[in-house]
């Protein structure tokens, strides 16, 4: 078995720990967009809640609106009562009754329709009090998320900071020559500078088949191997 340089043991964990700062700082890049969402969340909740109150309330105000039209209606029918009362002609007397006849019907008709808009009030109110209780409830839910978020972020930071220092630590033991290839690779692919020679044969990381020559050497713990491909570092796999 072909034992791995304690130069690539400490380059492989300086690695390590830059990945995960790598990804720490993604997460981190996607936080306000997710604290926007929330947001995004909260408004929708209102505006739900928002327009089932409206929709109560037309009703209402329409069912209002039928409310003086009847009443119009039974002053105008009232007024012919009157003017019926006071006429000494037998036409005008006739032609009173059938106006009086007219607005009763329409009052009759006004009041299925604000029976009807009761109904229907009834039922908006009942679905505007249901969605502003839920609203409720989802609201608050919203707040834990956000407060949960908040605590991720300071986590987030707290944790790329200890990783930074660790980071130093690791890079400041590993020889000068390597870790600055190691940054310009890791700088260039911006994911992996040391990949495993995989089956004996292949680039880890491009998985392009390597040059005899690269992978022996690589076998025989050479730090300053590199793919012909993708120009990152290979080491042997330790099994
Ligand atoms: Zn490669």
């Given amino acids: 078995m ?24 993604r997460e ?11 947001e995004a969340r909260r408004v929708e909740i209102r505006a739900a809640a928002e327009r089932k109150r409206l929709a109560a309330q037309s009703t209402e105000v329409e069912r209002k609106n039928l409310e ?46 604000e029976l009807d808009l009761m109904d229907i009030g009834e039922k908006a109110k009942k679905a505007a009090a249901i969605e502003i209780e839920a609203a409720k409830g989802r609201e608050a839910e919203v707040a834990v998320k956000e407060v949960e978020q908040g605590a991720k972020k300071i986590e987030i930071e707290a944790r790329l900071i200890d990783l930074a220092k660790e980071i130093e630590i690791l890079a400041a033991g590993v020889e000068e020559g390597v870790l600055s290839k190691y940054r310009r690779i890791m700088a260039n692919k911006k994911d992996v500078a040391v990949v495993p020679v995989v089956h004996g044969t292949n680039c880890g990381g491009c998985h392009m088949k390597l040059t005899t020559a690269s992978a022996i050497s690589a076998k025989g713990g050479n730090v300053g191997v ?13 099994d």
């Fill in 226 to 238: 590199t793919c012909e491909n993708c120009g990152r570092i290979l080491f042997w796999p330790v």
């Fill in 28 to 38: 981190l890049a996607v936080w306000p967009a997710e604290m926007k969402a929330l």
């Fill in 2 to 25: 072909s034992g791995m340089s304690p130069e690539m043991e400490k380059l492989l964990v300086l690695q390590e720990r830059e990945q995960r700062h790598m990804r720490l700082e």
């Fill in 68 to 113: 003086l039209e009847a009443a119009a209606h039974r002053s105008k029918a009232a007024r012919y009562k009157i003017q019926q009362f006071e006429t000494r002609k037998n036409e005008e007397f006739a032609a009173l009754g059938a106006e009086i006849q007219r607005e009763e019907k329409e009052i009759h008709d006004i009041e299925d329709r």
